[in-house]
């Protein structure tokens, strides 16, 4: 056998009937019209029929669903005709007992001398198993939009920042709060604008103490200040965790930061308030200590004995100052736990008002002018409302001391209410200062004028006050002087 | 002033007086036409266009608003009109076309001396006695087919035929293998003409008709000629020999030959 004649035999052993029959993928040819003119057995097998069936006796379109008839009337064909070969066309085959299976035909046309179509023959994919995988892939895509819109729903709405860095510590996400308080566009975690509002001051300890959290890769906590949109400073909480992955290593953290400014703040009062309360107390104590010292001294002495009186009398005044001050302390630790109880009467206001403050009246230095319906009658505690109008007279004394007179109202403001004030003519509170002068702790410091005092008095009024169900307010005008109000349930 | 001719890219051919405007169907621009038009040439001014979303239209004329109804379609074709001074025409419209056409020739009766149905349908869906052919389930199956094959469409499409500016020879060997519209706007044609009911307006038309029905037409099948023929006023209906819903691409021959039977008549 020469070459050729090998070669001759070696392509009569290509079985290429066998070849086309048994494909894996579909073959078939249809004329113009549609009518089917030949097919392989994988085509047959996928559908169910017999070869006869469908040879000369189905179209193309007899074995697609509705919708592909009308592809193929509007498109497939249309195209087919322009471009003599169309790819990748989606039809649904409908199977002899009525179930489908998805898909691609590439057809190319045999046309005529002429250039007229005679036939189209078509190759079969079968994508089922890429359409499960691509609506899998569909289904879960929509599953991880769902779960990310919800956890960014619950990540904006969250009063706090939140904020997640790489493991280098580079930020990469930040909730919408986040981007609000910095100001940052659509998509920058850009930390030039983020430092800007950092406090200078705070700049450098944030810095460093991240840097360490992420060399040692321990939990990060820091305060800062941070500026606002108003321009403010204010204190946050600034945390991270690291996040790590099976093996141990760090892949992400998870960051918030919390704006905890009213706590700050808090903290440096009660800071202040115990330095406070510490001279307050040192005071009268070292003046006791100093009357008890010369008492001792001299109490043998006749010149000694001779200063007794005058030394008890000083002992006596700062011990009293000190059992003020310290009651003041009871009072507010009872009132800030609820363990203050009343006893409460009806009290005719008139007799009040003139039984007050005898210590200020008996001096002579100012006149309490009392106006007053004589048959008014409330439901108080008579302890306590007098020690609400002492701490009212008081201060009109001490912030008003050039004052001659001081006016104690009482009116009924509507048929339930009455209105209890206590006016002075002294300089009067800034209008800045007036919703601080019931909080705890305050204490007024004008520039120059030093205010003893535990800051405690109108706390405690205001809490008193509100015990019984009523309100307690100043109106104030600079250079005219303050009204302390208050008002009580009526009794009928 | 919006350049009509530019817009639908209008071709004018032909060596005769009288205007012969051919509307494409949906899913195709005027390229459907090419064996149509070699029999008409000598003795007709040929004009071809294509509705803005199909061919070689300007896609950014597109408006959802303005094409959600045929009727902004049949806008299109009375704004080609006037822009060629068109007067005493034949249209001839291909499947929705037909419809759209009849909407222009309902508006302004006096520029239509004959209209050509090629497989009209004025209504596709069953609705109580009518016969349309479809159920609205058939529809939302081929809207899904349309998805489905998105990629294939846009495969099917030169890859090259963004930006070519500066190549104009591109654009004209495209037109020769393009025959898509943008996917999202053919979507939104498939529901306008799949949707559509022009069946009170057919006895509105005063204009004379013919009506070429394919034997064997899945898409406007046999009783929906005659529903046609029996609701418009000096309606001719034909039914020919070549089956399916493209009989001006699959047996140009016999098209021609009873167009021109209608028109000598």
């Known amino acids: 056998m020469n070459d050729a004649e090998h070669k001759a035999f070696l392509d009569s052993l290509v079985d290429l009937s066998s070849l086309y029959e048994n494909a894996p993928c579909g073959y078939f040819s249809f004329t113009r019209t549609g009518q089917v003119i030949k097919i392989n057995k994988t085509l047959l097998d996928w559908l169910g029929y017999e070869r006869e069936q469908i040879v000369y006796a189905l179209n193309f379109t007899d074995l697609i669903s509705r919708g592909g008839k009308i592809y193929y009337e509007m498109f497939y064909f249309p195209l087919l005709q322009l471009q003599s070969a169309v790819n990748e066309i989606n039809f649904d085959f ?10 691609l035909v590439n057809s190319t046309v045999i046309r005529s001398s002429g250039g007229e179509l005679l036939a189209v023959n078509a190759t079969v994919y079968d994508i089922t198993d890429r359409k499960r995988y691509e609506s899998e892939l569909l289904d879960a895509k929509k599953l991880a939009d769902a779960e990310r819109s919800r956890f960014e729903f619950l990540s904006d709405f969250i009063p706090d920042m939140i904020w997640t860095a790489s493991a280098e510590g580079k930020l990469n996400y930040v909730n919408k709060r986040f981007r609000d308080f910095f100001e940052l566009p659509d998509t920058s975690t850009d930390t030039a604008n983020i430092f800007q509002k950092v406090h200078s001051k705070d700049r450098f300890l944030l810095v460093s103490s991240w ?6 890769g321990q939990d990060y906590q820091t305060q800062a200040r941070l500026m606002d949109s108003t321009g403010d400073f204010q204190w946050y909480l600034v945390r991270a965790v690291a996040f790590r992955n ?50 001792q001294r001299f109490k043998d002495s006749e010149s000694g004995l001779k200063m007794m009186p005058r030394l008890i009398e000083q002992s006596h005044r700062n011990a009293v100052k000190i059992n003020e001050l310290i009651s003041d302390l009871l009072n507010t630790s009872n009132l800030k736990e609820g363990q203050m109880a009343l006893n409460m009467a009806r009290v005719n206001v008139a007799e009040l008002l003139k039984l007050t403050c005898p210590h200020v009246a008996g001096e002579g230095v100012f006149e309490l002018v009392i106006t007053c319906d004589p048959e008014l009658v409330v439901i108080a505690d008579e ?28 009116e009924v403001i509507d048929d339930d209410l009455v209105r209890i004030a206590v006016q002075d003519t002294g300089p009067g509170i800034a ?23 535990l800051g405690l008095g109108l706390y405690i009024c205001a809490e008193l006050v509100r015990k019984h169900g009523g309100n307690i307010g100043v109106d104030s005008q600079l250079g005219k002087g303050s009204t302390f109000w208050f008002t009580l349930p009526r009794a009928k | 002033m919006t350049d009509i001719l530019k817009r639908n890219h209008v071709t004018v051919s032909g060596n005769g007086t009288q205007a012969m405007v051919f509307a494409h169907g949906y899913g195709c621009d005027q390229q459907v036409w090419s064996d149509i038009i070699k029999g008409f040439l000598s003795d007709y001014k040929i004009v071809t266009f294509d509705y803005v979303g199909a061919g070689l239209s300007d896609l950014d004329a597109y408006s959802s608003q303005r094409y959600s109804t045929l009727n902004g379609y ?44 090629l ?9 109580g006695d009518y016969f349309g052919g479809f159920e609205r389930q058939d529809l939302e199956d081929l809207f899904t087919m349309m998805d489905n ?24 060997r495209l037109t020769n293998n393009f025959c898509a519209t943008d996917p999202e706007i053919a979507q939104e044609f498939a529901r306008v003409t799949f949707l559509s009911d022009n069946r009170a307006d057919l006895p509105k038309l005063t204009v004379p008709s013919l009506t070429l029905q394919c034997s064997k037409d899945i898409i406007a099948p046999i009783q929906v000629g005659q529903y046609m023929h029996d609701h418009l006023q000096h309606n001719t209906l034909m039914i020919m020999d070549a089956e399916g819903h493209c009989p001006h691409m699959s047996a140009p021959a016999e098209t021609i030959r009873q167009m021109q039977a209608y028109l000598n008549k």
């Open chain 1, 94 to 103: 409908i199977r002899k007992d009525g179930s489908r299976f998805p898909a």
């Open chain 2, 149 to 172: 094959n998105y990629l294939g469409w846009s495969r099917a499409l030169a890859p090259s035929i963004m930006g070519n500016a500066d190549r104009p020879e591109l654009g004209e």
């Open chain 2, 74 to 117: 049949a806008q299109d074709v009375l704004e080609v009109y006037q822009a060629l001074n068109l007067k005493d025409t034949i249209l001839v419209g291909h499947s929705v076309s037909s419809m759209i056409g009849l909407l222009a020739a309902i508006e302004k009766p006096e520029l239509f001396s004959k209209l050509i149905f």
């Open chain 2, 119 to 127: 497989g009209p349908s004025p209504r596709y869906l069953n609705d």
């Open chain 1, 431 to 453: 209008s800045e200062r007036i919703s601080s002068v019931f909080d705890r702790y305050y204490r007024v410091s004008n520039a120059g004028h030093q205010y003893s005092g």
């Open chain 1, 246 to 295: 099976r093996d141990g290593v760090i892949v992400k953290w998870m960051g918030s930061s919390t704006n905890i400014n009213t706590h700050v703040t808090a903290m440096e009062k009660m800071d202040e308030f115990i330095s406070v309360a510490s001279h307050e107390l040192k005071t009268p104590i070292t003046a006791l200590l100093g009357s008890l010292q010369v008492m």
């Open chain 1, 211 to 216: 840097v360490k959290a992420i060399r040692s």
């Open chain 1, 383 to 410: 302890n306590r409302i007098d020690q609400v109008l002492v701490n009212f007279v008081n201060n009109a004394v001490k912030y008003a001391p050039d004052g001659e007179q001081i006016f104690l109202t009482a």
